[in-house]
């Protein structure tokens, strides 16, 4: 059975950092691309970031780009999303999801992040 | 970079009734669409890939159309448990702002 647990996250205030990590169980981690999708308070969804099975290759969307990092351990079966300049508008929970063909196959159950003063 | 729109955004409909949503992308983007249903306090849930194929266990009555910039998703014969909100998806990356989906 595929499991991601999200961990990481919690308040923080702005201009601060946070590293989300996504343990991966019950596939062959490094065969899958992830992303990273999150959802503010009563608003849809907003992809994040995806990054290639063997992590060579990332993506981002503009309102995070230069400020995330997404980055993956393959001998750990983990995903991480490093989060650095935090902003209030980033407030969201945020998924890990594993990727089939460029489809979001699997879900996380999310993790909130909270940027506040 | 390309964008989604929804329409409607919300919709309230009787059970039994035949619901469409339209997605439509602001450029081609040939089939590399899909669509989630996401229940309200639960996690999003694959229905659709590649615009017009079903997920494995989800339930025959949905289904999906379309490709180069007009797609849709359509539930045969609405039931109760189909209240939720259905979110579109350029492939891996660009969401619709989504289509909220009540019981008349």
């Known amino acids: 059975e595929v499991q991601l647990l999200e961990s990481g996250g919690g308040m923080v205030q702005p201009g601060g950092s946070l590293r989300l990590s996504c343990a991966a169980s019950g596939y062959t981690f490094s065969r899958s691309a992830m992303s990273w999708v999150r959802q503010a308070p009563g608003k849809g969804l907003e992809w994040v970031s995806s990054i290639s099975g063997s992590g060579g290759s990332t993506y981002y969307a503009d309102s995070v780009k230069g400020r995330f990092t997404n980055s993956r351990d393959n001998s750990k079966n983990t995903l991480y999303l490093q989060m650095n300049s935090l902003r209030a508008e980033d407030t969201a929970v945020y998924f890990c999801?594993?990727?089939?063909?460029?489809?979001?196959?699997?879900w996380g159950q999310g993790i909130r992040v909270t940027v506040s003063p | 970079d390309i964008q989604l729109t929804q329409s409607p955004s919300s919709l309230s409909a009787s059970i039994g009734d035949r619901v469409t949503i339209t997605c439509r992308a602001s450029q081609g983007i040939s089939n590399y669409l899909a669509w989630y249903q996401q229940k309200p306090g639960k996690v999003p849930k694959l229905l659709i890939y590649a615009a017009s194929t079903l997920q494995s266990g989800v339930p025959s009555r949905f289904s999906g159309s379309g490709s180069g910039t007009d797609f849709t998703l359509t539930i045969s014969s609405l039931q109760a448990e189909d209240v939720a909100t259905y979110y579109c998806?350029?492939?891996?990356?660009?969401f619709g702002p989504g289509t909220k989906v009540e019981i008349k």
């Open positions: 998806q350029k492939s891996g990356f660009t």
């Open positions: 999801v594993k990727q089939l063909s460029l489809v979001g196959d699997y």
